[in-house]
């Protein structure tokens, strides 16, 4: 990596840092153990679809990466802090009225031309919450100095924008712009970084302008009330992500002889992920708030050292609001029930098995086998990807008694 490529990924991590850092959360409002009748942050999530940026929505040299999804729930769970330090985060982002939002970068380290920009869209519990978080005081921040402009943009139902200047732990001294402004019950922002004394205004303003042309012309808001009830508050999903957590699994250790898989990725699982991405988003909502009553899930990635070249194994774990639910996953987990084989042993309450060869795509010649056991409201999967001779019944039978193994160890055994 170059000096040049390193110090803009340094830019854009700040860049990141000044956009998410200042105010409010997210999720929906919490009143006791009721919930009102703002959308949950699954269905709103809907209307942020609208607002994916492309190439072709922003001035040349900008490559819009994809959209990211985060929750109350999810970004207390993701602190790197002790669990109380995470619920008072949650208690702000819901106090604040965040309900969902989605983040963009807008730039690659090392484009020509233009600075690293990242787009945050957020949903509020109405629109006195969104003006709060567009306009807040900025005269106290500590991690960077923050200057309002004396010519405004004229964006939304109201916009202001700051010219900012920071040093950062890497000692490089970076500058830049952020502009917030509001529609309703949204709230959208846009920073820019570059290193300081290179800051180009008019470049700034422009981008902001290109991403209020996207906005304006998708023309959708948020519904005033929800049309799914959700089966949990965000206060009840980050339980069950911290429940979910104690299962999760640092390695495989080699079965069989095999080579030990290494956890190479990980992260949570809310269903405002699978609506974000779904191209039926109704449809998806329904299936994981009021089929399955998905309160949250976990993802873990295997590999061996060979890398993405050698085997997969891969671990999922989803918390449901009972048995039924847990049930009802299997299914909308894997549709396709005609590769279904006989388990290669049975636990929990109900085994299911599934396994097909791959015969397109990068994985042609593969065979993938997937197996997914219940415990009450705890629906555990497992897939595997890799060769026949490797999948064996033994092989597959030591990975899955190794799961079994750490959910019996987990917080999440005598739910019911």
Same mark, same amino acid.
């Given at each position: 990596? +170059? ?5 803009? #990924? ?26 009102? /009748? ?13 607002f994916v940026l492309t190439a072709a929505d922003l001035p040349p040299g900008y490559s819009p990466a994809p959209a990211r999804v985060d929750t109350p729930s ?7 802090? &002790? ?9 702000? #982002? ?11 970068? #807008? @730039? &690659? ?6 600075? $690293? ?5 957020? %949903? ?21 100095? !923050? ?42 922002? %846009?920073? +820019?970084?570059?290193? !300081? ?18 906005? @304006? ?11 799914? @009830?959700?089966?949990?508050? $965000? ?16 390695? %495989? &250790? ?9 956890n190479t990725a990980s992260g949570f699982l809310h269903p405002a992920g699978f609506v974000f991405t779904s191209r039926n988003p109704q449809t998806t909502l329904?299936?994981?708030? /009021? ?12 590999? +061996? ?34 590769? $279904? ?76």
């Amino acid at each position: 990596m +170059t000096g040049r490529s390193a110090l803009r #990924l340094r830019l854009l991590a700040f860049a990141l840092l000044l956009a998410a850092a200042l105010l409010p959360g997210h999720a929906t409002v919490v009143r006791g153990d009721a919930i009102t /009748t703002v959308p949950s942050a699954e269905e709103a999530v809907i209307t942020l679809k609208s607002f994916v940026l492309t190439a072709a929505d922003l001035p040349p040299g900008y490559s819009p990466a994809p959209a990211r999804v985060d929750t109350p729930s999810i970004d207390a769970l993701l602190l790197d802090k &002790p669990v109380n330090v995470q619920r008072n985060n949650l208690d702000g #982002l819901v106090r604040d009225g965040q309900v969902v939002w989605t983040s963009q970068g #807008l @730039a &690659p380290a090392g484009s020509p031309g233009v600075p $690293e920009a990242i787009f945050f869209a957020y %949903v509020m519990t109405d629109a006195a919450r969104a003006r709060a978080r567009t306009l807040p005081d900025l005269s106290a921040a500590t991690t960077a100095r !923050y200057d309002l402009l004396p010519d405004q943009l004229s964006l939304g139902d109201v916009s202001r924008s700051w010219h900012y200047a920071a040093t950062p732990a890497s000692g490089d001294s970076i500058g830049g712009y952020l502009t917030r402004w509001q529609h309703g019950s949204l709230s959208f922002s %846009v920073s +820019t970084a570059w290193p !300081y004394g290179q800051e180009k205004l008019p470049d700034a303003a422009a981008l902001a302008q290109a991403v209020e042309r996207k906005i @304006a012309a998708a023309g959708v808001a948020v519904p005033e009330s929800g049309t799914v @009830a959700p089966p949990a508050t $965000e206060a009840a999903r980050f339980n069950a992500g911290a429940a979910l957590r104690t299962l999760a699994l640092d390695g %495989v &250790p080699g079965i069989n002889g095999a080579p030990d898989f290494r956890n190479t990725a990980s992260g949570f699982l809310h269903p405002a992920g699978f609506v974000f991405t779904s191209r039926n988003p109704q449809t998806t909502l329904a299936q994981y708030d /009021t089929r399955m009553q998905l309160l949250m899930g976990i993802d873990q990635v295997f590999y +061996t050292p060979a890398g993405t070249a050698g085997p997969r194994l891969r671990l999922f774990a989803f918390l449901t609001a009972g048995s039924d639910g847990a049930l009802a996953g299997i299914a909308i987990q894997h549709p396709m029930a005609d590769d $279904e084989i006989a388990p290669p042993l049975a636990v929990g309450d109900t085994t299911v098995a599934y396994r097909q060869t791959l015969t397109t795509g990068a994985s042609a010649g593969m065979d993938f086998v997937d197996v997914y056991w219940v415990h009450g409201p705890t629906l555990l999967n497992v897939d595997l990807l890799g060769p026949a001779d490797l999948l064996t019944n033994d092989f597959i039978t030591g990975f899955i008694n190794q799961v079994e193994a750490a959910y019996q160890a987990s917080a999440l055994t005598g739910r019911r």
